[in-house]
Structures are given as C-alpha cells and as structure tokens.
C-alpha cells in the first residue's frame, strides 16, 4: 500500500498498468454489486490509498475502450502523439536541410570538415522546442555520429595543416595580382614565389578560400571609322608576331564611364613582349591622346624606329595626317585593318579586354569611378605590374619585361668577344 498522503497536495507516484487495471476491475464490480456509481470511486481510491480523480480517469478511459462511452481510447490517443512527435521530428530535419541547402547543392554528401563546421554551428539552435544536435543533423546530412567525434578528437592530418599553410599564401598572390587570377595563373605565380604547390592542388583551394580570377564581358565598339579619310594598307594581315621588340606596336581605344564623363584610354602594345610601351587617359578621344601615347612609346622604346609598323584600326585619329606624320618622324610606318572587322585589330583589343576585366571591372574594384584622373591613376598602376608581374600565356607565363630581358641576354651571349693582339 502506498504511504498516506497529506491533504491537498498531490502525489508524484507512478502507477503501474497492473495496479490501473486492478482498481478499474474493483470500480466496475463494486457498482455490479451495489447497483449505482454513487461513490464508488471515491470509496475504493480511499480504501487503496489512490487519488480519486486519478482512479476515476482510469475508469472513464477504460469505458471509452471497451466501447461503453465515446471518447479517444488509448491506442488512438497514442498514436496521435506518435504522429505529432514525428511531425516535430520532421520539421526540425526540413530545417536542417534548409540551413544545409547551399552546400549540399552539387549532389555529393559534402567533406567531413563542412560537416563539422556545420555542426558546430547549429548544434544548439532550438527548433520546436528542441535543441537540434548533433545525431539529429548527422542523420539528416547521412553522416555517422561517430565520424564527426572522431573528426573533433584527432589531431588535423598532414594535408590540413598544408592546405592551412598554403591558402594565406595563395589568397596574398590573389590579392597582389588585382584578385584576377584564375588557377592555372595563380598557380603559376605560386610556382614563381617558390611554393611547391600542385595545379589542382591550388584549384581546391582557392574553392575553399572563396576566390575565382576575372571573368571577361562582352566588348562595346568605340572605334568611329571617318569614311572619307585615305587610309594605309594592312600590312599586318592578322599576323601578330615579331621576331625582336619594335618591330610591330599595336594601338586602339577603349573608353571607362565615370561619375564625371567618359574617361577615354589608348594603349600601344609591342606585339613581340605584349609589353605597353605607350599609354594616355584623357577626357576626350581626340587625335592629341592618341598622340601623346605614341610620345611615351617614343621615349620609351628609341626615337628612330625605321624597322616598326605601327597598327591600329580604322578610328578616325589613325587616319588623320597628323598621327601618320609622327610615325613618320621615328621611321615607322602606319598599318590600318579593316572597318568593322574586330579580328584586324585583335592583339590591341584583347589587352583592351583583359584591362577592363582586370582593373576597371575586377575584383578589386568596390565602387564606380568618379573622376577621369582616378582611371589615369589606377592605369598607371595597372601598366607597371601588367609589365613587371603579369603572367603572360604567350609568353610561357612570363612578364613582358622578364621576357624582353631573356631576349636581350640571349643576344648578348651570343656575341663572342674579339680578341685583342
């Protein structure tokens, strides 16, 4: 018999199936015997030392069971809570895939190291009433429990502390070269820096550090052929080769939308190096910009230059008599391709290409330019390293001024010295 219990304050007694059982079974012979429910329940809770209201639930349950009164029975009342936990059960799961969504978006279960940094980091978010947990999100991602304690105890592998020695490193080149390279560049300048470091190796870490080289957009046309100017043959012919610097430059213009009107930019590029021998940023496209570049170019390069083509498209400042008489003063002569033909004048726009993906669209760039004079300040930037650091393909991943340097070495070597009697 159970302990009595003080008046008014309720018990924390559990009773078993049998016990239930028994005082329904003494309820119901009871009122057989006496004929009416007056009391009974009271009277035989008394004499067990039960709580009426208690024994009197088991009773009417009992009743709705065996079917003498309506009402929910047991087993239906069970399985409505076995429904309701297993709603609650696959709402948390839905929120877990739903948190779990971006990087479970390729297919593949992702790698134990995201599984754990996603544990970690909603292990103990509540979702309808409950923590999440850690089986729970394992279950849902399919990985085993004991995969991410595992993953938590044992020390970082070989591999992981390379990957964390290599991906500072790799992010620095990324950010020293205008966030522009892709793999294979970056690869390549990790090569350069000294790091023993792996193609593919590199490809997945830039995935895991977040970072992509520049991707190029469609090219608007800028040139404004004049129809009634003379103009000089193509002498170039789509060949954009050379066999030693200033043999053929090639020119063209671009244009930058800034806050204050249009920045228009011209490049001269020596086709042999594809280093920029001569640039200018001005407000305007007017022959004189056009010119001042082939200034730079002058000066940079030699003032007589009696081997060199110099060739551009058919824009309106290189057809006019004041540009083919400044090509004439260094020994050069002008080259022209066709009108409205891009691939006469590939080599010049490819780098108008690359600089606008690069520097005026790229990575690094957080807002519009406001001004012309900050383009011109960023370009002077931007032609120093294009010449000193850039990787060129066609160059075999070389810098155009590490290229010409080779060049002029290997000539110089190949000059024997005369001997003196």
């Given at each position: 018999?159970?302990?009595?219990?003080?008046?008014?304050?309720?018990?924390?007694?559990?009773?078993?199936?049998?016990?239930?059982?028994?005082?329904?079974?003494?309820?119901?012979?009871?009122?057989?015997?006496?004929?009416?429910?007056?009391?009974?329940?009271?009277?035989?809770?008394?004499?067990?030392?039960?709580?009426?209201?208690?024994?009197?639930?088991?009773?009417?349950?009992?009743?709705?069971?065996?079917?003498?009164?309506?009402?929910?029975?047991?087993?239906?009342?069970?399985?409505v809570r076995e429904l309701e936990q297993e709603v609650?059960?696959?709402?948390?799961?839905?929120?877990?895939?739903?948190?779990?969504?971006?990087?479970?978006?390729?297919?593949?279960?992702?790698?134990?190291?995201?599984?754990?940094?996603?544990?970690?980091?909603?292990?103990?978010?509540?979702?309808?009433?409950?923590?999440?947990?850690?089986?729970?999100?394992?279950?849902?991602?399919?990985v085993a429990p004991s995969s991410y304690y595992a993953?938590?105890?044992?020390?970082?592998?070989?591999?992981?502390?390379?990957?964390?020695?290599?991906?500072?490193?790799?992010?620095?080149?990324?950010?020293?070269?205008?966030?522009?390279?892709?793999?294979?560049?970056?690869?390549?300048?990790?090569?350069?820096?000294?790091?023993?470091?792996?193609?593919?190796?590199?490809?997945?870490?830039?995935?895991?550090?977040?970072?992509?080289?520049?991707?190029?957009?469609?090219?608007?046309?800028?040139?404004?052929?004049?129809?009634?100017?003379?103009?000089?043959?193509?002498?170039?012919?789509?060949?954009?080769?050379?066999?030693?610097?200033?043999?053929?430059?090639?020119?063209?213009?671009?244009?930058?939308?800034?806050?204050?009107?249009?920045?228009?930019?011209?490049?001269?590029?020596?086709?042999?190096?594809?280093?920029?021998?001569?640039?200018?940023?001005?407000?305007?496209?007017?022959?004189?910009?056009?010119?001042?570049?082939?200034?730079?170019?002058?000066?940079?390069?030699?003032?007589?230059?009696?081997?060199?083509?110099?060739?551009?498209?058919?824009?309106?400042?290189?057809?006019?008599?004041?540009?083919?008489?400044?090509?004439?003063?260094?020994?050069?002569?002008?080259?022209?391709?066709?009108?409205?033909?891009?691939?006469?004048?590939?080599?010049?726009?490819?780098?108008?290409?690359?600089?606008?993906?690069?520097?005026?669209?790229?990575?690094?760039?957080?807002?519009?330019?406001?001004?012309?004079?900050?383009?011109?300040?960023?370009?002077?930037?931007?032609?120093?390293?294009?010449?000193?650091?850039?990787?060129?393909?066609?160059?075999?991943?070389?810098?155009?001024?590490?290229?010409?340097?080779?060049?002029?070495?290997?000539?110089?070597?190949?000059?024997?010295?005369?001997?003196?009697?």
């Open positions: 018999m159970p302990s009595e219990r003080t008046a008014g304050k309720p018990t924390t007694r559990r009773y078993s199936q049998e016990e239930k059982a028994a005082a329904v079974r003494m309820v119901r012979t009871l009122r057989t015997e006496l004929g009416h429910d007056h009391g009974v329940v009271k009277r035989v809770a008394d004499q067990l030392g039960y709580g009426a209201e208690s024994v009197r639930l088991w009773v009417r349950q009992a009743d709705v069971d065996d079917g003498h009164q309506p009402g929910v029975t047991t087993d239906e009342a069970a399985r609650r059960e696959l709402r948390r799961a839905n929120e877990v895939l739903k948190r779990a969504a971006k990087f479970l978006r390729g297919g593949a279960r992702p790698p134990v190291p995201q599984v754990v940094a996603f544990v970690d980091a909603h292990r103990d978010d509540v979702v309808e009433g409950r923590r999440l947990g850690v089986e729970l999100i394992c279950r849902v991602l399919q993953a938590k105890t044992r020390p970082a592998s070989a591999r992981a502390r390379r990957d964390a020695e290599l991906t500072p490193r790799l992010v620095g080149l990324w950010e020293n070269n205008y966030r522009v390279y892709g793999a294979r560049k970056l690869w390549k300048a990790a090569r350069r820096d000294g790091l023993d470091v792996g193609r593919d190796q590199v490809a997945r870490l830039m995935r895991a550090a977040g970072i992509e080289g520049a991707r190029r957009t469609k090219r608007l046309r800028t040139t404004r052929a004049d129809p009634v100017a003379a103009r000089h043959p193509d002498l170039v012919q789509r060949q954009f080769r050379a066999d030693a610097p200033n043999q053929l430059w090639v020119t063209d213009l671009t244009y930058v939308p800034t806050w204050a009107g249009v920045a228009y930019v011209c490049f001269i590029v020596d086709a042999f190096s594809r280093m920029i021998v001569g640039w200018r940023v001005a407000g305007h496209m007017r022959t004189s910009m056009v010119l001042d570049a082939l200034e730079m170019a002058r000066w940079s390069r030699g003032t007589r230059l009696p081997d060199l083509r110099c060739h551009s498209d058919a824009g309106s400042q290189f057809t006019s008599v004041r540009y083919g008489e400044r090509l004439a003063e260094i020994g050069a002569v002008p080259s022209i391709g066709s009108v409205g033909d891009s691939f006469d004048n590939a080599l010049a726009e490819t780098v108008n290409g690359y600089y606008k993906a690069e520097l005026i669209r790229g990575p690094a760039r957080d807002g519009p330019w406001k001004t012309v004079e900050d383009v011109e300040l960023a370009t002077l930037g931007w032609v120093h390293w294009h010449n000193h650091q850039r990787l060129h393909g066609y160059l075999g991943d070389r810098p155009p001024h590490e290229y010409e340097q080779a060049f002029y070495a290997a000539h110089r070597d190949d000059q024997h010295p005369v001997g003196i009697p």
